[in-house]
């Protein structure tokens, strides 16, 4: 059985990004860039949504670094029912079926490890199922506030969560890393 692993960069306030806020809201540092770097490099196959992929496959000649080099040459599935077009980008593949249903199959059947970029619809959808097996919330030194765009945790149903691992980033930069353990939430 396959692993999925969920990652989620937001502000303190639970923003996903922010109307006014540059990629990872303005902190990009080496030791995030090593991060990223590293786990692009291990096996794994990336689940994205629509606007996920239509952000990450055809950047600006100048945009197209490493990082994106390396996702090109990743298995992608996109989940849409509404996207027309033939993939443009390598090694990727549309499906229009059930997310839920597709994701148990690759858990179940697949050869490579699962993972979540951006695709937050995607993310809270895989969590509302039971689907994670790790939370992973890298969250940045800033309250969004009113400028805040997609709250990551929004409808999002009560789960309990171990913490399996930390790290500062950069000294400013918050990996927290979760693992859902199946029990109810504690209750008064």
Request: glycine share 10%; charged share 25%; with cysteine.
């Amino acid at each position: 059985m396959q692993t999925l692993t969920v990652d989620v960069f937001l502000s303190v306030d639970g923003w996903a990004g922010g109307a006014v806020s540059p990629g990872c809201f303005g902190y990009f540092g080496p030791e995030l860039e090593a991060w990223i770097t590293s786990e692009l490099a291990l096996p794994q196959r990336v689940l994205l949504g629509r606007r996920t992929y239509e952000a990450l496959a055809a950047p600006p000649e100048e945009a197209r670094d490493a990082s994106w080099l390396r996702m090109s040459q990743l298995d992608k599935v996109v989940f849409s029912t509404t996207l027309e077009t033939t993939p443009s980008w390598p090694n990727t593949r549309i499906c229009r079926g059930d997310l839920v249903a597709e994701v148990r199959r690759l858990k179940d059947h697949g050869d490579l490890p699962l993972r979540t970029m951006g695709s937050l619809s995607v993310a809270r959808h895989l969590c509302g199922a039971g689907l994670v097996d790790r939370l992973r919330l890298m969250t940045f030194p800033l309250f969004a506030g009113e400028t805040g765009r997609e709250p990551f945790f929004a409808g999002m149903a009560a789960a309990d969560l171990e913490l399996v691992g930390h790290r500062a980033l950069d000294g400013r930069v918050l990996l927290l890393e979760y693992r859902p353990t199946g029990r109810d939430i504690p209750r008064a």
